[in-house]
């Protein structure tokens, strides 16, 4: 029972590690732009199958690495030439167009690569079980885990030691004094769009060496982000990981007991938080 | 001169909704496409009362509207063969329900409002899609049909007459848009629209914002579960893709389109979307692509929709 428990808190992790990167690129889009960004599992799709495009060109590792870029440059494009038109308008709009947007999206992968689930070769050395004898546990899982941890360290150290990352933080406080110093508004908001897709796009790449590929592979992540952002707290991107971690392993633990009451929890925990503290877990008082 | 002309809508839209069955066929249409409307029209309406009137943006009314559905199927299914009772217990549920997640969420605002009713929308598909021996799961709730009205002194054939149905969705859509005029017209209507218009300035003057937006947010969920127990009973069937969140969207492209400042608006967008997505949908598999593209191009050059543009091309 201990090593079934063990076993599921891990793999709670694992999912929670990818509600945690697409959410992280939801945030930094909503915080600074204030757009729902509906089309983000259309993006984690396209990293996908961009990346099974790739492999038998680049190999596993090249697409693991270009993929994601890729994606990021779609994201700019996206937004040079719709988001942008919608930046102060009612919020209504933003998400309409991300939604028409996600739509399109889904019917696009399916037009270009067919509705059926395909293959996504890993390495055999990373497919193969650690250990047999505790739990069953692939290297890529592992190495999954890792990946995440290094992009969400890399997500963090940007924001917070660079010039393009504190300008976005500060972009995210007060966007009007940040324009009024001098730095070029229209840009920051571009490259950080580019920033919250390219987390898409990796966890894209990552996700369907576990889930497989098909057009909809992005829809059973979507909303478990939200959740994450919601108990995270708005405007907090540690809160946004702790939440997306938290949601992840309780929907795993819980897999354990009730199986089918394992979507259910994170709906229960966003109720939860919701009554106790309605601006989530490490949300700024006031901000919404 | 602008009352007379809003006289005149009101007169033309009852006028045209009434007459139906006969002219529908004449423009190549079909008596059920009508019926389609008018209950998506109402679902529409429904959220254009909270969306258009009170200024607050749901995007998850689908699930009231599937609970709605789904407390009628299972009621005529399961418990008693009832057209009326299954309407009862459908819109019981739906209300109950949307009361029940309304507190959690009145504090909220703007995106944030929208992001947590997509959120708890979501629970109800779930549990529709997971609960397999109550609710069938993915294939949903069939194998039952709507019961023929039993009025005492007559019977009325709403089961096999398309038409007799067609009148059946039209009386109660009419009953629905006079509570809702109704309403929009009273102190209570006005105060939603001071919250729309200025929310700190309604707070100062002493209005509990909160409880208002409770409330009509209590009253919009109500009305969209009328929409799903007419919607159930339609297709004398049910899935859980009737509480997804993609539904709620059309129900909010439909507002839009038609014109959210206009009480009559979103039966204009309802008309259009549902006759332009039957036109695609017949013509071409990839119609998603399609309506994902007409969501952007009304958001980009007709956010004002139609009814909007209208008026605004009157008073200028």
Known sequence: ?288 | MPKFDKRAGDILVWALLLAGPYWLPAVGSYVELGSHVVVYALAAMALNFLLGYTGVLSFGHAAYFGLGAYGTAMTIKYLYPSTPLGILVGVVVGTVAAAIIGPLIVRLRGVYFAMCTIAFGQVFYFIAFQWRSATGGDDGVSAWTRVPLDLGFTKIDILNNPQAFYYFVVAVFAVCAAAMAFLLRSPFGRTLLAIRENERRARFLGIPVDRHIWMSWVISCFFVSVAGTLFALMNNFIDPRALRWDQSGDFVIMAVLGGMRSFWGPLIGSAIFLVLQDYISSHTENWMSFIGLFFVLIVLFFPRGVLGIIRRKATS
Request: hydrophobic fraction near 55%.
């Open chain 1, 1 to 288: 029972m201990t090593q079934l428990l063990l076993f599921n808190v891990f793999n709670g992790l694992i999912i929670g590690a990818f509600y945690a990167l697409m959410a992280l690129g939801l945030s930094l889009i909503l915080n600074l732009s204030g757009v729902i960004n509906f089309a983000h599992g259309g993006f984690l799709a396209i990293g996908g199958y961009v990346a099974y495009t790739l492999v038998p060109y680049v190999g596993f590792w090249g697409a693991l690495i270009a993929s994601p870029f890729i994606v990021a440059f779609i994201g700019i494009l996206v937004e040079r030439v719709l988001i942008r038109r919608l930046y102060g308008r009612d919020p209504l709009y933003s998400l309409l167009l991300t939604f028409g947007l996600a739509f399109m999206i889904e019917d696009g992968t399916r037009f270009i690569w067919g509705a059926q689930s395909l293959p996504y070769q890993i390495p055999s050395w990373l497919a193969a079980p650690l250990s047999t004898e505790y739990f069953f546990l692939t290297g890529y899982r592992v190495f999954m885990m890792i990946l995440v941890a290094a992009a969400v360290a890399g997500l963090f150290l940007i924001l917070n030691h660079t010039r393009l990352g504190l300008r976005i933080r500060a972009g995210t406080l007060d966007l009007e004094t940040v324009s009024v110093l001098g730095v070029n508004v229209r840009v920051l908001r571009n490259l950080n769009f580019g920033l919250g897709i390219y987390l898409a796009g990796l966890a894209g790449v990552l996700a369907i060496g576990m889930l497989g590929l098909q057009p909809t592979v992005g829809d059973n992540l979507i909303m478990p982000s939200f959740i994450a952002i919601i108990v995270g707290g708005l405007g907090s991107l540690p809160g946004t990981l702790i939440g997306g971690l938290m949601i992840g392993v309780a929907s795993g633990v819980t897999s354990v007991y009730f199986p089918s009451a394992s979507e259910a929890v994170m709906y229960v925990m966003m109720a939860v938080v919701l009554i106790v503290r309605p601006r989530g877990l490490f949300g700024e008082e006031g901000r919404f």
